[in-house]
């Protein structure tokens, strides 16, 4: 079940101090309204009851999802002992373990993997559509503000790049994507025992570390 916390909060904005509620857990199935929340992004939106602003608060999350079987720690920092140990019966039964630094990255995962997609082959996607952005000159790298995953369906994922004021969507089919990673299956390789970051970064990493040993 899903598990809430009160705690003391002082408003960025105006320094007073009131109360709010997080929540240390979210069970997807049992809450969907708490899930609907989650998606987009406004469990972590707070508003002021003294001077009525709003803004958002990033908090220690578990996120799970035991239908679409993954389960998601939102946090800066890597899980302690404790969901280490919780760890090991849910990769047992098949459950995807992620961590996620910012809430864009959380809103995004949810939306992967209850599409059914490999969350490694949608930030391939990404990073494949970044280069084919630079390369086939739609606009230069600083011109990009966003590279996000909209859906998977008929064979095709859709990424959208997002340049100032305009957006270009990529169709890649799935059966590439699944060549590529066929072909890098061990720089790929990720352990759910360790709650791994799947992200941008963690791909980028990747490729860097592979044009210096070639």
């Given at each position: 079940m899903s598990h809430s916390s009160e705690r003391e909060y002082t408003c960025?904005?105006?320094?007073?101090?009131?109360?709010?509620?997080?929540w240390?857990?979210?069970?997807?199935?049992?809450d969907p309204d708490l899930r609907d929340r989650c998606v987009d992004g406004d469990i972590f939106r707070f508003s002021c009851p003294h001077c009525k602003r709003d803004f958002m608060?990033?908090?220690?999350l578990v996120y799970s999802d035991p239908v679409h079987k993954f389960v998601i720690w939102v946090s800066t920092a890597a899980p302690g002992i404790d969901l280490h140990e919780a760890a090991k019966?849910?990769?047992?039964?098949?459950?995807?373990?992620?961590r996620c630094e910012t809430i864009k990255e959380f809103t995004e995962k949810i939306q992967i993997l209850e599409?059914?997609?490999?969350?490694?082959?949608?930030?391939?996607?990404?990073?494949?559509?970044?280069?084919?952005?630079?390369r086939n000159k739609k606009g230069t790298r600083e011109d990009i503000t966003g590279i996000e995953y909209q859906r998977t369906e008929n064979g095709v994922m859709k990424i959208t790049v997002r340049a100032d004021d305009k957006s270009v969507s990529m169709l890649i089919p799935v059966s590439m994507l699944e060549e590529e990673m066929e072909s890098r299956k061990e720089d790929f390789k990720t352990d759910d025992a360790d709650f791994p970051l799947v992200n941008s970064d963690w791909i980028t990493q990747i490729y860097r570390e592979s044009e210096g040993s070639a």
């Open positions: 960025p904005y105006c320094g007073r101090k009131f109360a709010i509620t997080t240390d857990s979210v069970n997807a199935a049992a608060v990033q908090y220690p019966p849910l990769i047992a039964q098949g459950y995807t373990l992620r599409d059914g997609v490999s969350d490694v082959m949608a930030e391939l996607a990404k990073f494949d559509s970044f280069i084919d952005f630079i």
